[in-house]
Nanobody, 118 residues
Framework: VQLQASGGGLVQAGGSLRLSCATS????????VGWFRQAPGKEREFAAA????????YYADSVKGRFTISKDNAKNTVYLQMNSLEPEDTAVYYC????????????WGQGTQVTVSS
């Protein structure tokens, strides 16, 4: 299982970015793909996740209503559309995957930096 995150960058507060997580190595029908983030000096935290087979989505309260997670089956890619960005959203964003029946994300991609300026 390979995951590759991309799409980070520098944006002003109130702006938008779309992150991509390209998956490969197997089919993901029995997987959950999630986005996590880690700000400087803070622990990594959950942001959003999607069950590949059903499309069911989950969000942290801090991003609900501003971020949208989605997937493109044809491209084997999961997206995180981030709108109304705030300086507090500045972090390294990681995509990760776990089996649906597991609570542990076993597979991680490299991070992509998101910086929101005030």
């Amino acid at each position: 299982v390979q995951l590759q995150a991309s799409g980070g960058g520098l944006v002003q507060a109130g702006g938008s970015l779309r992150l991509s997580c390209a998956t490969s190595g197997r089919t993901f029908n029995d997987f959950v793909v999630g986005w996590f983030r880690q700000a400087p000096g803070k622990e990594r935290e959950f942001a959003a996740a999607i069950i590949w087979s059903s499309g069911t989505t989950y969000y942290a309260d801090s991003v609900k209503g501003r971020f949208t997670i989605s997937k493109d089956n044809a491209k084997n890619t999961v997206y995180l559309q981030m709108n109304s960005l705030e300086p507090e959203d500045t972090a390294v964003y990681y995509c990760a995957a776990r089996y649906v029946r597991s609570s542990v994300y076993d597979y991680w991609g490299q991070g992509t930096q998101v910086t929101v300026s005030s």
